[in-house]
């Protein structure tokens, strides 16, 4: 990266304060409220966590140290003992929420299921002795790679139940990125499903599994275990190497009780993989105590979390959001989570509405992408449905930009719901970034501000602080519980990746997010897009958010993905892929008016040198646009690099023949 700032483009003024009502029963009900306890969470750390460590959870053992801080190197709540798994489930059984619901189950085809807390640990309680008798102990990790169904969670939760870290493998992924990701782990054992539901055609898992293990390619595996979710024809494999199960036949004489073990505060809890621009995935390491205090805290204060509600978070439990906000963050809290295993589809484009009136959803969280897919279907699905029963939004994933935010407020909100646009990131944990909705107002396209005890600041690449409104790069300056404590097996990659980027001054050490940012005067962080995503234009360093942004706010136009192409005079010249809105059809006339758009939203120097129409983007099946793919494209590259995260394939082959229609 070159040491310029990133230029910071996008205005936008609009400002939505919280309601009255809203505020009154908020947990966090002002602003003044807001800055006292974030005053005290930045001046005292280690205080403020240990007071919110000792009311929120139980511990089976207290701590002798707080934090042990060694950068690059936490330790939270050191010595004491405790159990996430007893967190989320055992000390809510002695409440009135023993028989409240704790999953709400939808499956594609429509069928559903629900748990309640007292019988959801009784399923945990039993897989965690499946697991033992498959001679699983403390420390081995255990591979699942499942469909959104409630085994997934009972998965999760009798991993660490009994000490066995977990490393949840997307089923999206490919056999062999699932190969990959079992080896770098030394996975003892696999859970798995013959098949899951997505987009009305069933994902074959089992056989994904089969090639992962052929020619024991990944010899530590010694057994899997098969979810029946499917009923297509699946064969168990009868070999040497490792033997299979069906889950509902080894449930089947499983004893209901176990008593969770007691886990240090810093035992390895899960390890997931996350993809760089470039290299071998990451495996994110975090730990027991800090990430189910985090977890625990960002879930009940972001989103307001009551008794009475019902939370959809709609991310896959392959990807953080899902770890965090699926299962962990809400059952801890006591909540009721709702899972979904499907997706909008041709079959039924309207089935987010439909599941949020049928099972009367409190609160929404879901990806921008998601949300310009739903402005694109049309505003017709929603307003089909009954939705007073929202009461808060969020968003997560990538920047929103702002026109997508006020349709989110507008059609799903009715107007009256706050959105709370989270920052965060694997490597988190948690929220970093966001408003506490009873209590901070919003603008839209602004995460706005840090989660008491999160100090962010935008610097250049010396660490140097910037001036209001003046882009940089985003970094945090001292350690929270959730933090990621390293990458697995690879601790020089993670200190030189996060903690030596910038280089630390008098002995302090940033944390390096690899995103943009800009803090305006009211002191609220917009978050610019990766670094790795940012165009040098002429020597202009411009964020990839706020041009898509400038695209997006014309009424002609669904979604926008700006990459970097290479020019021998600019150095780099701005290529827009954009997909428009139905009654719109792509002309040259259109691209000159987007092109001028873009000049009079920002200025000349955002002006678009080329814009490509597409029906459609390369994403992975989280929903983030795969801009490296599409920086190739632009640049007439062949593609090398992994594609197994990618949803639909064919998207590749259409962007190439539009690229040769284009060029005759």
Not at 325 to 334: A, H, K, M, T
Request: aromatic share 10%; net charge negative.
């Amino acid at each position: 990266m070159s040491a310029a700032n990133i230029k910071s483009i996008l205005q936008e003024n609009r400002l939505f304060p919280p309601a009255p009502e809203f505020s009154q029963a908020a947990h966090i009900p002002s602003f003044e409220v807001y800055q006292q306890i974030y005053n005290r969470s930045v001046a005292d750390p280690v205080g403020f966590w240990a007071e919110l460590a000792q009311s929120e959870l139980a511990w089976f053992e207290p701590w002798h140290q707080v934090l042990d801080w060694q950068p690059p190197h936490a330790r939270w709540f050191d010595g004491g003992k405790i159990n996430i798994s007893y967190n989320c489930l055992d000390r809510h059984l002695l409440t009135h929420r023993r028989n409240k619901a704790a999953i709400i189950w939808e499956g594609e085809p429509g069928d559903t299921r629900t748990l309640t807390y007292a019988q959801l640990h009784r399923e945990v309680c039993k897989f965690a002795n499946v697991l033992k008798g498959l001679g699983i102990n403390k420390g081995d990790l255990v591979g699942i790679y499942l469909p959104m169904i409630p085994e997934a969670a009972i998965a999760m939760l009798a991993c660490a139940r009994i000490g066995a870290p977990h490393s949840v493998i997307f089923g999206g992924f490919s056999a062999e990125a699932l190969r990959d990701r079992l080896k770098d782990g030394l996975a003892k054992l696999v859970i798995t499903a013959d098949g899951g539901w997505r987009k009305d055609v069933i994902v074959p898992l089992k056989d994904q599994v089969d090639k992962a293990l052929a020619d024991n390619a990944v010899p530590s595996v010694k057994n899997v275990v098969v979810v029946q979710r499917t009923k297509q024809t699946v064969t168990l494999i009868d070999n040497s190497n490792y033997q299979e199960d069906w889950w509902h036949e080894i449930m089947t004489c499983a004893s209901s009780q176990n008593q969770a073990e007691p886990m240090d505060s810093e035992d390895l809890l899960f390890v997931l993989y996350t993809s760089g621009s470039t290299g071998k995935p990451k495996g994110v390491v975090h730990t027991t105590g800090g990430y189910n205090l985090y977890s625990h805290i960002t879930a009940k204060w972001i989103f307001d979390l009551k008794d009475r509600d019902v939370f959809w978070c709609t991310a896959d439990v392959g990807w953080i959001t899902g770890h965090s906000y699926v299962v962990y963050g809400p059952l801890s809290n006591g909540a009721t989570t709702l899972m979904y295993e499907g997706a909008p589809r041709t079959s039924n484009p309207g089935c987010t509405w439909e599941i949020i009136e049928k099972h009367g959803v409190n609160i929404f969280y879901t990806a921008p992408t998601a949300i310009r897919a739903f402005i694109k279907m049309g505003d017709h699905l929603p307003q089909a449905r009954d939705l007073s029963s929202l009461r808060l939004l969020g968003t997560v994933g990538e920047p929103i930009n702002p026109e997508a935010w006020i349709w989110y407020q507008r059609v799903i909100g009715g107007g009256k719901c706050p959105i709370v646009d989270t920052w965060w990131q694997t490597e988190t944990g948690g929220i970093m970034i966001t408003p506490l909705p009873g209590a901070i107002p919003t603008k839209p396209g602004s995460a706005t501000l840090p989660f008491p005890g999160i100090q962010p600041k935008v610097v250049d690449l010396e660490g140097n602080q910037v001036p209001p409104n003046e882009g940089g790069y985003l970094a945090i300056a001292h350690p929270w519980p959730g933090m990621m404590r390293t990458i697995y097996n690879e601790p020089e990659r993670f200190r030189q990746s996060y903690w030596e980027h910038i280089p630390p001054q008098d002995g302090k050490y940033l944390y390096f997010a690899g995103d943009g940012a800009r803090q305006d005067a009211d002191g609220y962080f917009w978050i610019m897009g990766r670094v790795d995503d940012v165009i040098n234009v002429a020597g202009h360093r411009l964020g990839t958010m706020e041009i898509e942004s400038a695209l997006v706010s014309h009424p002609a136009v669904a979604e926008a993905a700006v990459v970097g192409k290479p020019d021998a005079l600019k150095g780099e010249e701005i290529f827009a892929f954009v997909i428009l809105e139905g009654s719109h059809p792509p002309t040259a006339e259109l691209e000159k008016a987007l092109k001028q758009h873009v000049v009079q939203e920002i200025g000349a120097i955002a002006r678009p040198g080329e814009i490509r129409f597409t029906e459609a983007l390369p994403k992975t099946r989280s929903g983030k646009i795969m801009r490296r793919l599409l920086r190739s494209l632009a640049a007439g590259e062949e593609i090398t690099s992994d594609t197994s995260t990618l949803e639909d394939r064919t998207i590749l082959d259409k962007l190439r023949e539009s690229a040769l229609s284009d060029n005759p």
